[in-house]
C-alpha cells in the first residue's frame, strides 16, 4: 500500500463526478410535491432555479477552499483546518454517514426499482411475496457490489467508469427533456396556472427546497478528489462550476417538461402517494406507457453514475480521516500498484449495502436532509476563518465574498426553520439535528481524548 495518491485525474472526471453527484433521485422525484402542493408552475422553476443558486454560491466557496488546501478528504479537511480536529471529525463522520453511504443506499434502491419494475409487471402475480419483498434491496446490493469492484482496479478503470455511466445518463435525460418539450402533447397553456405564492405556499416552497438542495448535493464532490486531479488551482473551478450549471439547466429543462405534461390543478387532485414517481407519470402522459416504461428501465440503468460518483468521491474522506486518526487505519491505506483506497471503497460499500435494507427512499430522505442541510453550513462557514489564513495560497478566490456564502447560509437557515414548523417533517428534522449533536459530542469527546493521550 503507498501513501499518497498520484495526480491522475483530468477535467472530464472532474467534471463527471460533480455532474454524477448531482443528478440522482431527487430530480426524478420531488417536483411532483410541490407542484401537487401548490399548483404553481412559476414557483416551482424559480424553486430549482434558487437551488441552482444555492448550489453555485457553495461552489464557488467550496472552490477557494479546496485550491488553498488541494488535499484527499474534502469536507474533513476543510472543516478542521478553518475549526480545529473536533469540527472535522462531525463534518467527516456525518459527510461519511448521510452525505455518501445512505446516498448510495438510496439511489441503489430507486435505481433497482425503476429498472426492474416495468420488467416484472407481467409476472407481479405469479412471483413469490419473499422474492417481490426483498428483490430491490437485492439487486441494489449487488449494484454496489460490482461499481465498488470497479474503482478498486484502478484509477484510469475508475474514471472509465464514471465517464461512461454519467455521459449514458446524461444522453437519457436531456433526451428525455429535449423529446419533451417537443411532444405534441406538451400542454403550454399549463404555465398560465403560475401566480405570486401566497402565505400558505412559501411554508411549503421553503420545505421544497430541502429536497431540492439534496438534488443538487453532490456540487462538492470535485473537492474530494483535489488530492488527485491535475493542476487543482486550474481544473477545480472549471469541474465544480462547470458540472453545476449543465446540472442547473438540466434541471430547469426537465421540470418545465413536468409542468408541460401535468396539468397543475390535475395535481392538486392526485394523493400523494401518486405522486412521487413524477418523471414517470410525465412520460406516461406525453408518450403513453409503452415508452415510459422503457425510458423507466433506461432511468435504473442511468442512475447508476450517481452510485459510481457517490462511491468514488466518499472513499477518499475516511483516507484523510484515517490519517489523522480519526478513522480506522485501514482506510488510511492505497493499493500499491492501483493507487487507489481499496479499504474506504469496501467500507462505504459494505455500510450502504446495510442501509438498502433498512428502509425507504423518503424514509431516508427525510432524515438525512436536515442534517446534510447543517454540515453543508458548517463546511461553507469554513470559508471565513480559511480566507483570513495568510499561510495558505488562495490561487482561486470566491467573487463578491461574502456574499456568496452568507446567501447559502441564509437559504440554510430557511429551509431548517421551516422544516421543524412542518408537522410532518419536524420529527425527521429532530432526528437529523439529534443525530448531528451525537455526533458533536462524539467529536469533541475524540479529540479531547486523543489530546490527553487516552485509549479510544
Not at 412559476?42 to 432555479?49: K, V
Not at 417537443?182 to 416552497?205: F, I, N, R, V, Y
Not at 488530492?227 to 465544480?240: M, V, Y
Request: include cysteine; glycine fraction near 12%.
Amino acid at each position: 500500500m503507498s501513501d499518497l495518491p498520484p495526480r491522475g485525474y483530468g477535467l472530464p472526471t472532474g467534471i463527471f463526478v460533480v455532474v454524477a453527484g448531482m443528478v440522482g433521485a431527487g430530480i426524478l422525484t420531488s417536483s411532483g410535491y410541490t407542484l401537487r402542493d401548490t399548483g404553481n408552475p412559476a414557483a416551482l422553476l424559480a424553486l430549482w432555479a434558487l437551488g441552482g443558486l444555492m448550489a453555485l454560491c457553495g461552489a464557488w466557496c467550496m472552490v477557494e477552499m479546496a485550491t488553498a488546501l488541494p488535499r484527499v478528504g474534502g469536507d474533513y479537511v476543510f472543516a478542521r483546518e478553518a475549526f480545529g480536529p473536533a469540527a472535522g471529525v462531525v463534518a467527516g463522520w456525518l459527510s461519511f454517514l448521510v452525505g455518501f453511504a445512505a446516498p448510495t443506499a438510496v439511489v441503489s434502491r430507486l435505481a433497482a426499482n425503476y429498472a426492474t419494475t416495468p420488467i416484472l409487471l407481467p409476472w407481479h402475480d405469479s412471483l413469490p411475496v419473499w422474492l417481490l419483498n426483498n428483490l430491490e434491496p437485492m439487486l441494489a446490493s449487488l449494484l454496489i457490489a460490482g461499481i465498488t469492484l470497479g474503482h478498486c482496479l484502478g484509477q484510469r478503470q475508475s474514471a472509465r467508469v464514471q465517464i461512461v455511466t454519467t455521459l449514458a445518463k446524461l444522453v437519457v435525460l436531456m433526451g428525455m427533456g429535449l423529446a419533451g418539450i417537443l411532444s405534441p402533447k406538451a400542454d403550454w397553456s399549463h404555465l398560465a396556472a403560475s401566480h405570486w405564492p401566497d402565505q400558505a405556499e412559501w411554508g411549503t416552497l421553503a420545505v421544497g427546497l430541502i429536497y431540492v438542495g439534496y438534488a443538487y448535493a453532490g456540487w462538492n464532490s470535485a473537492g474530494y478528489l483535489a488530492g488527485e486531479i491535475r493542476d487543482p488551482g486550474k481544473l477545480l473551478p472549471w469541474s465544480t462550476l462547470g458540472g453545476c450549471t449543465l446540472v442547473a439547466a438540466l434541471y430547469l429543462l426537465l421540470n418545465l417538461v413536468y409542468i408541460l405534461a401535468l396539468d397543475p390543478q390535475g395535481m392538486r387532485q392526485r394523493p400523494v402517494e401518486e405522486v412521487g414517481p413524477v418523471a414517470d407519470l410525465a412520460m406516461r402522459e406525453l408518450f403513453g406507457p409503452g415508452v415510459a416504461n422503457l425510458l423507466s428501465v433506461v432511468l435504473g440503468l442511468g442512475l447508476i453514475a450517481s452510485v459510481s460518483s457517490y462511491l468514488l468521491a466518499g472513499s477518499r474522506l475516511p483516507v484523510a480521516m484515517a490519517r489523522d486518526g480519526c478513522f480506522p487505519s485501514l482506510a488510511g491505506k492505497l493499493h500499491v500498484t492501483r493507487h487507489t483506497p481499496v479499504a474506504g471503497l469496501l467500507m462505504q460499500a459494505g455500510l450502504a449495502i446495510g442501509l438498502c435494507w433498512s428502509g425507504s427512499f423518503l424514509q431516508i430522505l427525510d432524515y438525512t436532509s436536515v442534517g446534510l442541510t447543517l454540515i453543508s453550513a458548517l463546511v461553507i462557514a469554513s470559508i471565513f476563518p480559511l480566507r483570513r489564513r495568510r499561510d495558505l495560497a488562495h490561487a482561486v478566490r470566491c467573487p463578491l465574498h461574502p456574499l456568496p456564502a452568507l446567501v447559502f447560509l441564509g437559504l440554510s437557515a430557511w429551509t431548517i426553520v421551516f422544516a421543524l414548523l412542518d408537522s410532518q417533517k419536524r420529527i425527521p428534522a429532530l432526528l437529523g439535528i439529534v443525530t448531528v449533536l451525537a455526533v458533536m459530542g462524539m467529536g469533541y469527546w475524540f479529540t479531547h481524548a486523543r489530546q490527553h493521550g487516552k485509549s479510544v
